[in-house]
Structures are given as C-alpha cells and as structure tokens.
C-alpha cells in the first residue's frame, strides 16, 4: 500500500462540519454534499459551476495568480480540469463576465479583505494538520474590552486538551495573520489546533494555550498594500515597515497579555510567553517584540514582511546590542519560502542579522507566499517553545 | 433624542470583527472598511458592486424573494437603493448575469446549503442581540467523536460569563439550527451568546450553556425540500417528518448529551435540560424531546416544520397522553410568524394540542420565517427556562 492510499483510507480531514475526506473526490473545504470541486487521482481538480447566461467564465487560481478557461456545455454548465495542484490550502475565485465569485459549492476563507473560496489539496503531508483521533483542544470566541478606548474586541483563544479538566498553568503563544485576514485565519485556513493537538499528542509540543488577535490596526481604513511590478516586494515591505504600529502595540502589550493573564491559567512571564505571525504579522510581532523583550522571550517571523538592513538602526535601534538581544530572546525563528515573493528582502534580513551576530533559528523552505508554507512553520516552530 | 438616535450613539454592533454600527452609514455585516452596502436615514439600503463586463446585475433579497435591477454608471459600477427595510438579518445575492454572486462588501453566513451575504438593518429593537458593554460568555468550538460510529462532529458551546472563573454547575439548551444551516447558525446569525449575555446581565434569564449540534444528517445528500407553489408549507412538512430521525436521535440523546455532561460543569439532569429549535430544526426538538422526556423537561419549537392534526397518532404517539406530557414538561414553547409561509400548519398543530388539553405557551407574533423572528423567540425562551 502506498503512503497515499494509506492516507486515503485513515484521514478523516474535517474543515467546518462533519465532511470526511478520502483523497478522490469531493475537496475537503465543500460545502457538505457538493460533488464540485472534486479532486483527481493526480490532484489536478475538476470544477463546475452552474451559470447558464453567462458570456465568459474563469478560475481564478491563487488570488489570480493562474487562470484557467472554463468551457459551456449545452445546458450552461461550466467546467474546467487543471493541472495536478500541490498538495494544501489553495485561495480561488470564478470570474463570471469578468466580475470575481464564489464557488457555491466551496466553503469561503477571508482572506484579501474578503471572503474567498478555499480548497484544500489533500497528500500524505496534510496528517500533521488534519483533525485526528487524538484528544482535541478548544477554540474559544472571546470578547474584550479595552481599557484605554472601552473598543470591544473579538479574539480566538487555542486551549489545549485537557485545559479545563486541569488546574494547571499554561505558557502562551500569540500569532498573528497577515494583511487582509483577520483574527480567524490561524484557525480556519492554519488548522493551528488541530496541529497544535497532534503535537501535543506525540509529545513533541508542550501542551499550550494560542491567541490570535486582529492586526488589521492601522491598514484597515487605507489602500492596500502595492500590487506588483518588479519592486513589489521592497514596495511591500516599505508600505508595513511605514504603517504606524503604536496602536497595534498598545493593544497588545497593554490590554491582551494582560486579558489574557487574568481570564486564562497562564504562566505569566516572559519566558512563558511568544509572539509569532505571518507576513505583515511576521512584521508586527518582531517589532512588537523587540519593544517588549520584558514580555516576550520568543519571537517568530513566518514568512514576513521584513527588511532588515542595518541592525544598528532598523527597528528603531532594538536590534543594536547583540549582546543584549542574544541573552534576552531565548527563540528567534525566521522562515522564508524560496518561491516566496519576499524572499529577498528577508534572505537580506538574515544576512544582517548573521553579519551583527544576533543569534536566530533560519528557514529557508520550498514554497510561496501561502497557507501550506505558514502551517509547516508552525509545526516546526511550535515544538521549539517553552522547553 | 429619539430612541434611534440614542441607539445609534450608545451601541456598538460588531458581528466578526471590530466594525461599530452607528445606525446609518455601512452596515455591521459589512467587512470591515467597505462602504458599501450603505445604510440610509430611512432603512434603505444602497448596494454597489463593481462589474465592468456584466450585461445584467441584480439585487436578490431573502434568498431571491424580492429583485431589484441594479443600474450602471460609465465605470462599470451598478448600483440600486432598495425601499426601507425591516430592522434586523436579511439574506442576499447579486445577480451577475444570472448568476447569483456573494457581495464583496458583506460576510457571509452558512445558509441554504451554501454561503450567502447577509446584511444587519439597525434600529432601536436591535438592542436585545447586539454586542453591549456587560461580561460576555464565551463561544467555543469542541471536536467529539461519537462512540458508535468513530465520526469526529464539531459542535459549538456557548458558556456563560464566569463560567471559567467560578466552580458552579449550569442548566443546558440544545439549541438547533434550520435546513441548509449549520451549528454555526446560532452564533452567526442568531447571536444567541450576545442574547443571552444581555439577558444574563439584567438578571432576566439564568445563566446557562448553549450546545449547537449540526442536525443537516439525513438531508445532507438528499433533494432540497420542495420550493414553491401553493401547497409549499404542508410539502415541505411532509417532507421534514419523512426525514429519518434516528440517527439524529441517537446523536443528540446517546453520544451529545453524556459528551456534554462529562466535559461542562452541567446540572445532569432532565429538569435542567432544554431542548428547542428552528424550523426542521423546530420539528427535531420536539420529536427528539418527546422520545426523552427522560432527558429533557422543556421543548421549544421556534417557527417549525410541525403539522400536528391528530395527537393520538402524530408523533409516534408520544403525545397521546396529554396528562403525562403535562405532568413531566415544565415548558413546551411554540411560535410562529403570522407572515410565516408554515403559519398555517403550525397554527393547526397549536389547535390539536389545545383540543388535546396539552399545555404550552404559544406565540403568534408578527414577522415571517427570518432570523429576526428566532432572535426574539429566543430572548423570550431563555428567561422561561430553569426557573
């Protein structure tokens, strides 16, 4: 037996609701009972869509990233194959006489500031990140109010087995998502928990609580971020590294730690404490917690938004004492994708972190800038916490 | 100042995220920083949707109950003001060439058996379900796996403020959701954490946990009830009692209940145990509840998909001796809107109940079959439950 054929048959893959998935056929993220999008032996992935007056339809794969013509049948039916898709969670939208969709058969994701179709692409590399029989954390829905502006937030809270059967204290990870998600993204499209319980199954992760906030602070009433070109990825960086991260700190540092020191059973110190996220949250965290190295003695980048040039005065002068950064911070953990679109600003932030020998943990993985690379960063990241 | 005025200075609604509701302005479902659609002074609504190739584009609200034409300026923008809308949840989608599209501006809400824009409508009345600033409970996602068959189901449980900080044990309602929704109906939709947070606050209900189940089994893969025509409402009655219910039973009686019980400080037993819910899901309580009256004491059946003509018969019979039904339930709760398509059948049902001698509390309020209705339905149950 083949270690697919072997992950077809023992996964169960369960995304929002009850929908088991054995490889062949309906994708894991439909819609309970949609047969489309449906996906093939050689994981390419055959769609349908129903649009009978349609002029022109198209999948739109990654954000647009690869299109694909869908052809009419006589009864308005749309359909198209594509070629086999790599293995994890793909963004998607139909383009119907040009304005973008989504599929009705697909659960939606938000991401890009609004709802999208997801489709999760399954392979013998999902089991870290699928729902297992392993006990099972909790995710938590949580409101807060800040004390400075009375604002009520929502955030997701990750507690791990067994939280509430215990009386123990837990340390905490804080992870942020990216630009144009939002506090869910870490749970709907990272499957934290779910990896986070594997981990802790097999005893490699220390049982831990997670929290995921909204870093969508400052960025949320502004244009979005430069589009493309050849500059896009220092345009990016340039665009995060110049939004003002005051507010979002406060946030953080001053009205969630301690929220959630009061309502969890934590361990409230830094050295039981992490701050990890994504892109922009990549960004967010190191510079959050830089600024706060009395609170966070872990600090992960995933892929982020980063270009460091000049240790001595990027980041306001944080970085400047190695020394100081090298016995504080017990984790430094930096990961880029080599397919990554930021690949080089962050390549060049290593090297001057290397070239100011501040110690840190460097990732250089296959892969883009997408939701497959991030959750492997997780499960590469989590385990180093807390030992 | 009037009662909207001061509503609209003093609530903040926020659905997913951070977005605040002043009244007039973008909606509260909306994502955050999109402008549109726009609440107006009077209710209306104005849409606007970018579909520079479209030929046709169309608003349909309530699932395609009432179409507006939406028309184009030179850029490629179309745009409609519908006529004031009632105050609170409204399902839509945009008609783009015929195909019915998610709104880029909105989130989206499971519903129908796919995910459909919805859009929130303030005003004063909206207070009891709005976000307000008294402790809120928490809404959490638990994975179980079901002893007979090995499923792993994902349930949602509302627990109410204090829960994690005091030892006591709480009262239970099952709370289910309608046809083509899903366990996050409730929360979404419904906000019943929001409802019962309130309600809890002012000293009007008891605080209690609430456990959403996805009762979508046996109809998961079977033909939608039958849409229209004049004889709609005793159709899609027949079609819900038809539904094999065992399954579902089993579930919830056999595998929910004791998962609950041995995972929350519940009080275990029947007399603080509710079961209710929505249209089919309406129709599952009652049949459910009356197979256990072992296991629940009060019954709620919010606009549901019930035709009860003869209680010696219907039901298995489990009606047929009105003095015990009267003797072991402490609440049997039935509403229905009078604009409601199953108005008639479940004023019958009413009728046969009263001809029987079985107690109940029966509501005919205004409004039809829409979450606004089960919204007040639930904040007029909650308080009447473990008192």
């Given amino acids: 037996m083949t270690r697919f054929a072997w992950l077809c048959t023992t996964i169960l893959l369960c995304s929002h609701g009850v929908a088991q998935l054995t490889g062949v056929g309906p994708a894991s993220t439909n819609i309970p009972g949609a047969e489309f999008p449906r996906v093939n032996k050689d994981l390419s992935v055959t769609f349908k869509i129903k649009a009978e007056f349609a002029h022109s339809v198209q999948l739109l794969m990654e954000l647009g990233q690869s299109t694909y013509e869908m052809s009419r049948d006589s009864s308005g039916l749309w359909e198209?194959?594509?070629?086999?898709?790599?293995?994890?969670?793909?963004?998607?939208?139909?383009?119907?006489?040009?304005?973008?969709?989504?599929?009705?058969?697909?659960?939606?994701?938000?991401?890009?500031?609004?709802?999208?179709?997801?489709?999760?692409?399954?392979?013998?590399?999902?089991?870290?990140?699928?729902?297992?029989?392993?006990?099972?954390?909790?995710?938590?829905?949580?409101?807060?109010?800040?004390?400075?502006?009375?604002?009520?937030?929502?955030?997701?809270?990750?507690?791990?087995?067994?939280?509430?059967?215990?009386?123990?204290?837990?340390?905490?990870?804080?992870?942020?998502?990216?630009?144009?998600?939002?506090?869910?993204?870490?749970?709907?499209?990272?499957?934290?928990?779910?990896?986070?319980?594997?981990?802790?199954?097999?005893?490699t992760a220390k049982p831990m609580i997670i929290v995921n906030e909204n870093g969508m602070i400052d960025t949320e009433h502004q244009p979005p971020p430069p589009a493309g070109g050849p500059s896009r990825s220092s345009a990016i960086v340039t665009y995060f590294m110049n939004q003002r991260y005051a507010l979002f700190d406060k946030i953080v540092s001053s009205e969630l730690v301690?929220?959630?020191?009061?309502?969890?059973?934590?361990?409230?110190?830094?050295?039981?404490?992490?701050?990890?996220?994504?892109?922009?949250?990549?960004?967010?965290?190191?510079?959050?917690?830089?600024?706060?190295?009395?609170?966070?003695?872990?600090?992960?980048?995933?892929?982020?938004?980063?270009h460091i040039t000049d240790t001595r005065t990027d980041y306001d002068g944080s970085l400047e004492k190695a020394s100081t950064i090298n016995q504080q911070l017990k984790l430094l953990w930096i990961g880029i994708g080599?397919?990554?679109?930021?690949?080089?600003?962050?390549?060049?932030?290593?090297?001057?972190?290397?070239?100011?020998?501040?110690?840190?943990?460097?990732?250089?993985?296959?892969?883009?800038?997408?939701?497959?690379?991030?959750?492997?960063?997780?499960?590469?990241?989590?385990?180093?916490?807390?030992?």
């Fill in 80 to 203: 198209v194959t594509t070629k086999p898709l790599t293995t994890g969670f793909h963004y998607y939208a139909i383009s119907v006489d040009g304005f973008a969709s989504n599929d009705p058969g697909s659960r939606v994701f938000f991401a890009a500031r609004k709802e999208v179709s997801g489709l999760e692409v399954p392979g013998a590399e999902s089991e870290f990140f699928s729902i297992r029989d392993v006990p099972h954390g909790t995710l938590r829905t949580e409101w807060y109010r800040l004390n400075g502006t009375g604002q009520i937030r929502r955030i997701i809270v990750y507690t791990p087995p067994g939280y509430d059967q215990s009386h123990e204290r837990y340390p905490v990870l804080y992870l942020l998502h990216g630009f144009g998600e939002d506090q869910a993204g870490w749970s709907e499209q990272g499957h934290e928990n779910f990896i986070l319980d594997n981990l802790i199954a097999s005893g």
């Fill in 258 to 306: 301690p929220f959630i020191d009061t309502h969890f059973r934590t361990v409230p110190d830094r050295n039981h404490r992490a701050l990890a996220g994504l892109s922009m949250g990549g960004s967010q965290a190191l510079r959050i917690g830089l600024n706060h190295l009395d609170q966070f003695a872990s600090l992960g980048a995933f892929s982020p938004a980063i």
């Fill in 338 to 387: 080599r397919d990554d679109f930021l690949h080089s600003p962050v390549l060049e932030s290593h090297e001057a972190l290397e070239r100011a020998g501040i110690k840190h943990v460097w990732i250089e993985s296959s892969g883009a800038h997408v939701w497959t690379v991030w959750r492997r960063y997780l499960e590469d990241f989590a385990p180093r916490l807390f030992q």
